[in-house]
């Protein structure tokens, strides 16, 4: 399937957002790339399902961090902004709460200042100090250590007078709490976490630098959808003289005296390689796709006993006119906040009550909807397949109840307006995208599996593998999976190291 060049081979195992990054760099570097993907497009959690004239984007949906893919794109000469057009959103969303007020959050310090007070007057004061930690945060925990490498558990003890300072062991809640006391801006400004698959009363507070990440950079939508990205991604890496190649299952990563030697595939093929890159879920890496008793850190058991993300549910629908009220991003929360995060995490049960993301891309980009139409999606957390749960028995009751409190708050009789709609569960995480135990985000973000605690970007099982995505430093999220790639620039060998001797 493959001739051999003079530049040496790199595979990468998957074309979701960290792998096609990791494509690009290895190509700027010399490296001669194919991407393997089981999927029929690229994209992996940011696919795309195009359907009745609809565009509706599966994954991912806002960018807080254009200046990581401007950076990739000038990594490999080219200009980020002549592939992409992000338009900046204001406000960045609205979270409603169960009452019926709101909290709209912006970049402007003023105007977030001017909502917390409306809320809570003496809650200003903490706001202010809690928005100067996240700042400081951010400086370390996103600016120093986003994109370095936890290879040796002495880059983890160096850390340990920062995270000391930055008092990780806190949660983001727990840290939020102690700056701010009315129990709605506590939500406001804690839910973050979710947005990487974290619990907001366990996830480390390193994770609070994404306030400051928010206001520093903005919160942006990719004109044409977030797959408008990875498709400038997949042309990016074929004028490079890479290949993505969709519809091929990675069944193996080949190894010989603990070095991995190239890929399997389903067909029974051998691809060689002198570097393997996965993009697959790091679960599945060490679960499945090495084999013949490689693992030694990362063995099936282990990854069994680690602590996994909740799931998803997730609802995307068109109407056949617009709801001109509604605005691009909103958060409606519910009636309990700690609870419904201990039922989906911990009890892992489907709570009678929810809190969902609704999301209204044709309100900023008309080219997602037929004229006169209107696109969504609403997510809501879900507990991932530890529960039991039966989606497809209880897929179509869940999506009536979501329904049921889209009707009641902000949606009235939008039922009646849909031409289009599709549904995601656990199940399509689970068997579709081969995530462990359908968790949406990989590996929960707490403290004990993070940087050195988290996969390591390389292999510590075989030689010249390497891993980028969500399962592994820095974590999940759009700049976390970027980000993953750009660590491989401080451990990958130079490909002067395999000149002329790439299979």
Known sequence: MLTSHAMPHAVVIGAGLGGLAAAIRLGARGYRVTVLDRLPQPGGRATVHKQDGFTFDAGPTIITAPFVLEELWRFAGQDFNRDVTLKAMDPFYVIRFDDGDTFTCRSDPEAMKREVARISPSDVE??????????????????????????SFMDMVKLVPSLAR????????????????????RMGLSFHPLFVGGNPFRTTSVYSLIAYLERKHGVHWAMGGTHAIVKAMVKLIERQGGTVLPNIEVAEITHENGRAT???LKTGETVPANIVVSNADAAHTYRTLIQGGAQRRWTPAKMKRASHSMSLFVWYFGTKRRFESVPHHII?????????????????????????YLHRPSASDPSVAPAGCDAFYVLSPVPNQESGIDWSQQKEIYRKRVA??????????FE???????????DDFEHGLLSYKGAAFGLEPVLTQSAWFRPH??????????????GTHPGAGVPGVISSARVLDLTVPPAEVFARAAP
């Open 262 to 264: 190239g890929v399997r």
């Open 126 to 151: 903490g706001y202010t100090r809690f928005m100067a930690e996240s700042e400081e945060i951010y400086r370390i925990g996103f600016e120093q250590l986003g994109h370095v490498p936890f290879n």
């Open 166 to 185: 930055l008092k990780a062991w806190r949660s983001v809640h727990g840290h939020v709490a102690h700056h701010v006391k009315h129990p709605k801006l």
């Open 332 to 356: 409606l929360m519910g009636p309990r906040y700690h609870g419904l995060i201990k039922d989906i995490f911990d009890r892992k049960v489907l709570a009678d009550d929810m809190s969902l």
């Open 457 to 470: 970007n390389k292999s510590e099982e075989l030689e010249n593998l390497f891993l980028v995505g969500a």
């Open 416 to 426: 009646s307006e849909i031409i289009s709609q599709r549904l995601m569960t656990p």
């Open 404 to 413: 049921q409190r889209l009707h009641e708050t902000v949606l009235p009789g």
